[in-house]
């Protein structure tokens, strides 16, 4: 009997125990089914500004490409350019002329003359949630004038 | 040999594992947690073209004056009489410290009722007002929410083309 017993442990000692995959195989399941669900090609091209916080919405209105004015918390920028300096809620150091931000509509009437696309006459608009219109209105109202009355509002969906 | 033929072979997992693992670092690379959307206005701009606006359309533009009190809604059309206009005026005075999106949303439900045709909203802010607060009045009154009835809700359109302008002083 003690033989017998003997005989088994030393069997079962040589032979190599195998890894169960199992459910390590139902948790990428998981994992990747989730991914394939957050995935999104078009959003890849849209970069948010640092410091902000996009307000939300219940709009199913996709994103398109067109030019980015980002209005942060510290700073005016146009796609990654800087533009002016935001203090508070006001848009400080930059000339403005007859309710128009100087620096911001000559950049804007440059990548107008520069753009293949001239005719596009919209701008994407990112601006922190928390802002007066009266500071987002002083940006809307100057790209108006250089030839861009139409504005997306950039926004984080619901 | 008949224990061989009878013994079930295990699945060998390891290559579709390894599949999982490299698709996962790829998937999270292009995964977006933060789902952006867009809201389409318009600006009022100056212009020497005659307007587009149809006057023999019984259609209303409304005007929504967003204000630290509330609501102020204005009616504006080429089609329709001067006392009937005035008969549109309302004013949605804040409830709880909040701006009534529900009761907008319900007011230009029934002028949509009304003026089938219209589609033009013009908001006008005030400000001080926040762009969060600006957004939320634009999402009540683009669409509606109503149930249907299998009891599904979908989204019933009440002025979704919407300019963005300021009080002029």
């Known amino acids: ?158 | 040999m008949k224990l061989h033929k009878n013994k079930i072979e295990d699945l060998d997992l390891i290559p579709l594992m390894n599949l999982f693992v490299t698709m996962i670092p790829l998937l999270l690379l292009c995964a977006a947690f933060y789902h952006i959307g867009m809201v389409s206005v318009s600006v009022p701009t100056q212009s020497d073209e005659e307007s587009d606006v149809d006057v023999s359309k019984a259609a209303v533009t409304m005007s929504v004056q967003i204000t630290p009190a509330g609501y102020t809604l204005t009616a504006t059309s080429g089609g329709v009489g001067e006392a009937e206009l005035k008969s549109l005026d309302a004013v949605i005075p804040r409830s709880n410290g909040k701006y009534d999106t529900d009761k907008l949303s319900q007011y230009l439900e029934k002028v949509k009722r009304r003026y089938e045709q219209s589609d033009t909203m013009m908001v006008i802010p005030g400000k001080k007002v926040q762009y969060q607060d600006m957004i939320n009045t634009m999402d009540a009154a683009r669409y509606m929410r109503v149930a249907t009835t299998t009891g599904k809700k979908r989204k019933m359109p009440l002025f979704p083309v919407v300019v963005v302008s300021s009080i002029v002083e």
């Open chain 1, 1 to 158: 009997m003690f033989d017998g017993a003997m005989g088994r442990r030393q069997r079962g000692a040589a032979e190599i125990p195998k890894l169960n995959l199992n459910s390590m195989m139902d948790m990428l399941s998981i994992i990747l089914v989730f991914l394939l669900a957050n995935i999104s090609a078009e959003e890849q091209d849209f970069v948010i500004a640092k410091n902000l916080n996009l307000p939300s919405s219940d709009s199913t209105l996709g994103f398109s490409k067109a030019v980015q004015v980002k209005l942060t918390r510290t700073e005016l920028l146009i796609e990654d350019t800087f533009v002016a300096k935001v203090s508070g809620t006001k848009i400080v150091g930059a000339d403005i002329d007859g309710g128009k931000i100087v620096p911001l509509y000559n950049m804007l009437q440059r990548y107008r003359s520069l753009s293949k696309d001239a005719e596009k006459t919209t701008v994407v608009f990112q601006a922190e949630k928390t802002f007066p219109f009266e500071v987002l209105n002083q940006v809307m109202r100057t790209a108006a004038m250089a030839g861009y009355p139409n504005v997306r509002f950039a926004i984080q969906k619901k």
